[in-house]
Each structure stands twice: as structure tokens, then as C-alpha cells.
Nanobody
Framework: QVQLVESGGGLVQAGDSLRLSCTASGIALITKGMGWFRQAPGKERAFVAAIDWNGGATNYTDSVKGRFTIFRDNAKNSMYLQMNSLKPEDTAVYYC?????????????????WGQGTQVTVSS
């Protein structure tokens, strides 16, 4: 059974940093592209960042470029999202997801397995 578990969310002030982690069981992440998505109250789930199987390629939504960094440690079967200079508009539930193959994927529909999410709240 595939399970993705996110952690690292919390309540922070604007300008602070957080690092989200996503750890997998039941699946070898080394064979998969991965991504982070977020869903704010009343909004649809949206793409945040993605990474291919070995970290050679990454992609970010414009609003987080220069502030967030996606990276992975395949030896730990884990993926991370370093979030710096957080803003109130970054407040959302953050989800990690795996793609069905090695490549970089950007669309919600292209991802196969999802975690349960971790709440990030940024106060002004």
C-alpha cells in the first residue's frame, strides 16, 4: 500500500521559513517525478512545484519562484519543500504527490498518489 506523509507545516509569521517533508512508503520514489500542491480555503488545489526523478529538473509556479525550493533525497525516499519569505497568501494545505513515471509533471491530473496534506498558516 502506497502512503505519502507530509510534515513540517505550522503557524508562522510573514517573512518566516518552513520546510515541508514528504516521506513515502510502499513505493520507491527514485522512479517517480514528484510535486507539491496547495489548496487554500474556497479554492481549487493548485500546483506549487515539481521535480523529476533525480532532481535534475524542477518547475515552480510564478508566485513562489525565488522563495521556495523543491528537492529530494532518494536515499531517504523523501521529498522536501523549503519555503522562505513566507507571505499570508501562501496559507493553504500543502500536499505532496507522485507522478507515474520519471518525468517532470505539472498538472494535478498527471499525479498518481497523494498525501493527506499539512496545514501552513502565515500570519501578517
Amino acid at each position: 500500500q502506497v502512503q505519502l506523509v507530509e510534515s513540517g507545516g505550522g503557524l508562522v509569521q510573514a517573512g518566516d521559513s518552513l520546510r515541508l517533508s514528504c516521506t513515502a512508503s510502499g513505493i520507491a520514489l527514485i522512479t517517480k517525478g514528484m510535486g507539491w500542491f496547495r489548496q487554500a480555503p474556497g479554492k481549487e488545489r493548485a500546483f506549487v512545484a515539481a521535480i523529476d526523478w533525480n532532481g535534475g529538473a524542477t518547475n515552480y509556479t510564478d508566485s513562489v519562484k525565488g522563495r521556495f525550493t523543491i528537492f529530494r533525497d532518494n536515499a531517504k525516499n523523501s521529498m522536501y519543500l523549503q519555503m522562505n519569505s513566507l507571505k499570508p497568501e501562501d496559507t493553504a494545505v500543502y500536499y505532496c504527490a507522485t507522478a507515474p513515471d520519471y518525468d517532470l509533471k505539472l498538472q494535478t491530473s498527471e499525479f498518481q498518489y497523494w498525501g493527506q496534506g499539512t496545514q501552513v498558516t502565515v500570519s501578517s
